[in-house]
């Protein structure tokens, strides 16, 4: 990895992280609505000079995906456990990296299992880092995860995992596994990858809940109608990086916005990401970080001075 490209994934990461904790902060205290403090994230990201990837959040059971519509009423209340996932790029090249926050003060019962929640996924995140290393096995990397979460009397969510990343793909197509899955794959030097523990008290598995806020432009096809059409023309400056409803129906609409995703969906151009949630409704925390993979271990890029994990 050439040292510009480096420079470019470190202003993207030291950005993601700013707006990761300045968000949290905000949904923290109760009655914060969600639409007001992604909408700030997004912002923010841009006043900043980055680019945005998404700025996406989770509540409580539902572990990742979603986006408030621009209607959309939610607000944070007392003992909400929040998710807060951030993307900034720079000419495509990405920082993802994700928080868990905590709103208010919980009942000192609740507040001591949601902590330990917390802490577990803290831990999970720093051990699986200190694994990192050319020719280190993803194995490793899940079961240094999996323990952690064990340790505190809990369980990784099995089937959401960490990822390699690649220019303007926010999934490139290697798996980094949160438990023991066998596999052998090694780490190679100069990989980007994000490692992301989700911690729960439940199943330790997510189903689809709710419909889908978020979408992706998954291939290049003609398309009929006029909505389908201002709609690929409107996320275009994505280059397949995630978008979200609010963009499209602030700009076109919510008629033209219905149907061109409809429409899009249909024919395999866009696909949609629904929230994800808890199959038994246990509750969810998560911590992410991005990384290079470096002959001396992990290179952390989006690592805040606060965060201590």
């Given at each position: 990895?050439?040292?510009?490209?480096?420079?470019?994934?470190?202003?993207?990461?030291?950005?993601?992280a700013?707006?990761r904790?300045?968000?949290?902060?905000?949904?923290s205290?109760?009655?914060?609505?969600?639409?007001e403090?992604?909408?700030?994230?997004?912002?923010?990201?841009?006043?900043?000079?980055?680019?945005?990837?998404?700025?996406?959040?989770?509540?409580?059971?539902?572990?990742?995906?979603?986006?408030?519509?621009?209607?959309?009423?939610?607000?944070?209340?007392e003992?909400?456990?929040?998710?807060?996932?951030?993307?900034?790029?720079?000419?495509?090249?990405?920082?993802?990296?994700?928080?868990?926050?905590?709103?208010?003060?919980?009942?000192?019962?609740?507040?001591?299992?949601?902590?330990?929640?917390?802490?577990?996924?803290?831990?999970?995140?720093?051990?699986?880092i200190?694994?990192?290393?050319?020719?280190?096995q993803?194995?490793e990397?899940g079961e240094?995860?999996?323990?952690?979460?064990?340790?505190?009397?809990?369980?990784t969510?099995?089937?959401?995992?960490?990822?390699n990343?690649?220019r303007?793909?926010?999934?490139?197509?290697?798996?980094i596994?949160?438990?023991?899955?066998?596999?052998?794959?090694?780490?190679?030097?100069?990989?980007?990858?994000a490692?992301?523990?989700?911690?729960?008290?439940?199943?330790?598995?997510?189903?689809?809940?709710?419909?889908?806020?978020?979408f992706?432009?998954?291939r290049?096809k003609?398309?009929?109608?006029?909505?389908?059409?201002?709609?690929?023309?409107?996320?275009?400056?994505?280059?397949?990086?995630?978008?979200?409803t609010?963009?499209?129906?602030?700009?076109l609409?919510?008629?033209?916005?219905?149907?061109?995703?409809?429409?899009?969906?249909q024919?395999g151009?866009?696909?949609?990401?629904?929230?994800?949630?808890?199959?038994?409704g246990?509750?969810?925390?998560?911590?992410?970080?991005s990384?290079?993979?470096?002959?001396k271990?992990a290179k952390?890029?989006t690592?805040?001075?606060?965060?201590g994990?």
């Amino acid at each position: 990895m050439n040292p510009e490209t480096i420079q470019l994934l470190e202003k993207a990461g030291r950005i993601a992280a700013q707006v990761r904790r300045e968000t949290a902060a905000k949904l923290s205290k109760p009655g914060t609505s969600f639409l007001e403090a992604m909408d700030y994230a997004e912002q923010r990201i841009l006043q900043l000079k980055g680019q945005i990837a998404w700025a996406q959040m989770a509540v409580n059971d539902v572990a990742a995906h979603f986006c408030p519509t621009e209607e959309d009423t939610g607000v944070s209340k007392e003992g909400d456990i929040i998710k807060v996932d951030i993307g900034v790029h720079q000419d495509g090249w990405l920082a993802d990296n994700a928080m868990t926050v905590v709103v208010g003060t919980p009942t000192s019962e609740l507040q001591a299992e949601i902590k330990d929640m917390v802490k577990a996924a803290q831990n999970a995140l720093k051990a699986a880092i200190k694994v990192v290393r050319p020719g280190a096995q993803l194995w490793e990397v899940g079961e240094a995860q999996f323990s952690e979460a064990e340790a505190l009397g809990f369980t990784t969510v099995r089937n959401l995992s960490g990822h390699n990343i690649e220019r303007y793909k926010v999934h490139g197509g290697i798996t980094i596994p949160s438990y023991n899955t066998k596999d052998k794959m090694e780490l190679q030097e100069g990989w980007q990858i994000a490692i992301e523990p989700f911690i729960t008290n439940g199943d330790g598995l997510i189903k689809d809940k709710g419909p889908a806020t978020v979408f992706m432009v998954e291939r290049e096809k003609g398309v009929r109608s006029p909505q389908a059409r201002k709609i690929l023309e409107q996320v275009k400056s994505q280059n397949g990086l995630p978008f979200t409803t609010r963009w499209l129906t602030r700009k076109l609409g919510k008629g033209a916005t219905a149907l061109g995703l409809r429409e899009l969906q249909q024919i395999g151009v866009v696909r949609p990401y629904a929230p994800l949630a808890e199959i038994s409704g246990g509750m969810v925390t998560q911590f992410e970080h991005s990384m290079i993979v470096t002959e001396k271990g992990a290179k952390v890029y989006t690592r805040h001075e606060e965060d201590g994990w």
